[in-house]
Structures are given as C-alpha cells and as structure tokens.
C-alpha cells in the first residue's frame, strides 16, 4: 500500500526533432528505417502471458510499395478471443489492486522508452506502415504518444485528488474505481499516438483492455506492445488481437463482461456498434461507457479581411499533410471572390513544389495513401469530378497505384455548396474550394454550419475582430476543435483536447482529464467517527 501522498513528475510536451540533414535524429531513423525495411516481422496475437501464432496469417506490405512484403500478422478464431476475454479478466484480479502510483511508473517508463531508446523504431515503423514522412511519424509515433503517456498520469492524479467536503465528524472519501469488466479499444491507421493511447488511458486507471489496431497499423502497433512490455506493463492486462472484425466485435460485445468501448474510426462502424450495444444492454453488468471519434468533413473559412498567403498556407498544410489522412484535414473551403486569385495563386504555386515518393527520402512532403481501397475510392471521386459540370480540377488530378497507392495532391473548385466532395468525407489528399461573394458572409457561415452532418474541425480566418466573434458563435456547434488564423490539425496532447461532436463522436477529448473521467466508476465513502446509539432526534425529546 501507498506510504506517501507522491507528487508525479509535471507533464510537458515532448520536444519536436527537425531531422535535418545532418542531425543525429535523421542518421537514427534511416537506419531504423533501411534495417526494418530489408527484414521482416512475425507479428502474434498477444494474450495474456502467451504470443499465439495461428497460422492463419497476412502479409503487411508498406502502401507505398505494395509488392514489398515486411512480414504477417496472425489472425485469431472466436476461440481466441474468449481466450482474451479470460486473460484480461484474470489480470484484471492484480491490476485493479495495484496501487496507482505504481502503475503510473509502468507509463511513465514508456514514454521515456519512446522518447529514447525506441524514438527511431516507433518512427520508422509508422513511415512504413502507414506512409507518413518523418516529420509526421515524429509528431504522431513519438511526440504525440510520449504527450499522452506523460499527460495522462498528471490527469489521474487530479482526479484523485478531487474530493468532498467533510463536516464535523465525519470523512467522506471519493474513490475513482476500474470499470467492472474488461474495456474493447478499437484503433485506427493514421495515429500511431492514438493506437497507443485508446488501450493505454482505460489501463491507466486500473482496466483491462481487449486491443483491435487496424489491419493496416499491425506493423507498429506491434512495438507499441514491445514498447509497452519493456516498460513492465503485466501479461494480460492489455492483450493485441487481430482478425475479422464482425466475429471480434460480436464476440466481445455480447459478453456480460463488456464495459466498455473506447474507439476511433468510421462514423458508421461506431453507429452500428452503438446499436449492437443496446441490444445486448441487458446482458451486460453494468451501463458500458461507449467513447468514440468518428468522421469529419473539416473546414477553412477565410472572411474578406484574411491575408491570403496564411490562407494558401494553411489550406496546403492542411489539406495535403499526411495525404489528408488526418481525421482532421482540411477537406472543404469557403474562399471569398475578392481574395480568390491571390489564394488560387499562391496555392498552385505550393501545390507544384512539393515532392511525392517514399517516406525514405525525406525530401518528399507527401507518401501514397493507405490502402487500395481508398486509392480506389477516391480515383473514383477525382473521376466525377471531371465529368460534373458544376466542378472543376483545377490542380493534380492524376493517380497512379502501379507501385504505389499515390494520388496527386488535387483541387476541386465548385460552383455548387453542396457538391458531393463539399459535403462526403473523402479521408485523402482532395480539397473542394468554393468561393462566395464577400457581401455573403453570413449566409456563408450557415452554409458552413448546416452542410456536413460532422463536427470535427474547422478553421476561419480574419483579421476583423468582429466577422472572429460572429463566426466563432455561429459556428459553435460546427467543430470541436475551433481555429482562429490556423489551419484545423495539429492539436497537442494538453493544449488542445481533441473531439468533436454530431457525427463526428462523443466529444470526450482525447488527451485530457475529461476523457480519463470514462474509465473510471467513483464510489463515495462516508465515515462517521461517533456513531449514534439513539433513534430519535432533538425534536422528538
């Protein structure tokens, strides 16, 4: 048991590496990078104690060169996934019980592991697997993720600290209790940091925790779970399983031990889970905690009064870092008439300078998308665009998956608000840009208010205070995550929490206190020093 009232060490943000010609920072990761390319991995499921090779297994191939095998994944049986269901709640006995100092070191570790001896490895994992150059693995694989480990500690103490008030005579205590069950956290591809975080923060406080990475993010997630091993986290408490999702899902949310979900991905996976959820509602032991980041159609709105170079600028940062793979990418904009041109201008001029190829060569700012089928689905969304007559290419355009998945960085202009790419999320390097008349400016704001049914990210830009106050009222319901003269992405684990509401999730922010709060079930402890021997009240003698 604890001997003292510990003060954590203070959570900061993880300095963020240039990896510039020369540093040792960039000699590191094309090392990492060389030696894991040129070698292959055997990737199990991670239950409990044991590494389990079914045999059933695929291939995971970088998306930037497909043919190009770097290992297998195992994928698991129903049976298997019982199994996990066992092992979490076996360990689930010790872990709950741990005091919470202890298993705040287990974390603590490995963000130092992350932040050391494993930064090369992580980062040259998630270029590889994902496709991300290394200035977006070093801000998601290593920054992001050591925010999260860091910072969530810091959350769980506040929490803990929080407490009522005691009268005379009486203590009354508030403890902060593990979920009764086991957590199912379900990742995606684009977020090595989120990967790690969505089974980490439920643990934190004392889960145990059934991990799904996305088929596409095995390659890393597997070290996130070396990483996470190393750091001294015990067998089951987190356990990796891959394999078909219906038969995962159904399997694990139709036991009684279900607690909860913690989830980001597609807004209409959530929705159906949600739904297989409250169907089996009266099996489960208690109200699971359903948290969930879903889609986004996200925004830029530039008013009249805007700079059009921090227009360009965000736009070709926004829109095309990370081949718009961000959940939180710009996708659509709303430029005005007057500054049009200059925008249109310095935007195809940026557009024309930037270089596409693998995350090796680090001169390149854009990688190949993840996957056939979103190159697929999105040649399909450039294809009409070239035959609408409300819609016009007006940069890129041009796709080519003979090696790799790789789309140009493209530009749609409309003359329709609601033209399809305006209004679906696409999830890839397509920017719709509509312009409006500058004396449309409110009606604009209920334009961008009222066309996607999401409510991730959204940027405008202005430098009139009052067109920033109309918009920022108008648009309060539009994004969770609001920018003011800034493009939509780029939020920091501690500065900006990250969430959105409507179709785009539950809004329980990621990288603060309010989403530890999810994973946690408070019990209220009253303790009355003299205890009555009589009855009746004063009134009453």
């Keep these: 048991m604890p001997k003292g009232i510990y003060n954590v060490p203070t959570a900061y943000n993880e300095f963020v590496k240039t990896y510039a010609p020369g540093t040792p920072e960039r000699e590191a990761v094309a090392a990492a990078f060389k030696q894991m390319f040129n070698s292959t991995v055997d990737v199990p499921l991670y239950i409990g104690a044991e590494e389990i090779r079914t045999g059933k297994t695929k291939n995971m191939t970088p998306p930037f060169d497909h043919k190009h095998v770097v290992g297998q994944y195992h994928e698991a049986e129903k049976e298997h996934i019982e199994k996990a269901i066992a092992a979490a709640l076996e360990a ?43 200035h977006q693995a070093e801000i998601d694989s290593a920054c992001e993720l050591i925010d999260f480990l860091r910072f969530n500690v810091q959350f769980m103490t506040q929490i803990y600290s929080e407490q009522p008030i005691s ?93 909860g979900i913690h989830f980001t991905g597609s807004t209409g996976v959530f929705n159906d889970m949600w739904a297989k959820i409250g169907q089996n509602i009266s099996k489960y032991k208690s109200y699971p905690r359903i948290v969930g980041e879903t889609g986004g159609k996200d925004f830029v709105l530039a008013h009249p009064s805007s700079i059009p170079a921090q227009v360009a600028t965000a736009l070709t940062r926004g829109a095309f870092e990370y081949q718009g793979q961000k959940c939180s990418a710009a996708s659509r904009a709303y430029i005005p008439a007057s500054l049009w041109p200059e925008v249109k201008e310095l935007l195809l001029a940026d557009l ?78 397509v920017l719709t ?14 334009l961008v208010d009222g066309t996607s049914s999401y409510a991730l990210t959204g940027a405008i830009f202005s430098q009139d205070r009052y067109a920033i106050v109309e918009a920022t009222k ?12 800034d493009k939509p992405t780029g939020a920091v ?49």
């Design 493 to 541: 684990v501690g500065q900006q929490p990250f969430g959105g509401a409507r179709a785009s999730g539950t809004n329980d922010k990621a990288g603060s206190i309010l989403n530890l709060l999810r994973w946690v079930s408070p019990r209220t402890i009253k303790e009355t020093f003299v205890t009555p021997t009589d009855y009746r009240y004063a009134f009453l003698k």
């Design 352 to 429: 024309a300078s930037i270089k596409m190829g693998s995350p090796e060569d680090m001169s390149n700012y854009m990688s190949s998308v993840i996957s056939e089928q979103s190159f697929d689905k999105l040649a399909g969304f450039i294809d009409q665009a070239k035959k609408d007559s409300d819609a016009e290419i007006i940069a890129g355009g041009g796709y080519d998956k003979s090696v790799g998945y790789f789309i140009q960085p493209t530009v749609i202009l409309t003359t329709n608000p609601k033209y399809n790419t305006m209004c679906t999320e696409l999830f890839g390097p």
């Design 474 to 485: 108008a648009l309060e319901n539009a994004a969770g995550n609001f920018y003011i003269n």
């Design 167 to 259: 009268s005379e005579g009486i203590w009354n205590r508030m403890e902060h209790r593990p979920l009764e069950g086991f957590v199912y956290a379900i990742t995606p591809f684009n977020f090595t940091a989120i990967a790690g975080n969505l089974p980490a923060a439920p643990a934190l406080m004392g889960n145990v925790v059934i991990w799904k990475p996305a088929a596409t993010q095995v390659y890393s997630a597997n070290v996130i779970m070396e990483v996470f091993q190393q750091a001294g986290l015990p067998a089951g408490v987190i356990n990796m399983i891959t394999g078909n999702s219906a038969m995962i899902s159904d399997t694990l949310l139709g036991s009684p031990d279900f607690a």
């Design 433 to 446: 840009i509509y312009v409006y008349e500058d004396a449309k400016w409110t009606e604009t704001l209920a």
């Design 92 to 134: 689930k006995k010790k872990w709950a019980d741990m005091p919470w100092e202890q298993r705040a070191s287990i974390f603590l570790k490995a963000a130092e592991l992350l932040a050391g001896p494993y930064r090369a490895k992580i980062n040259a994992a998630t270029m590889i697997a994902q496709a991300k150059t290394v």
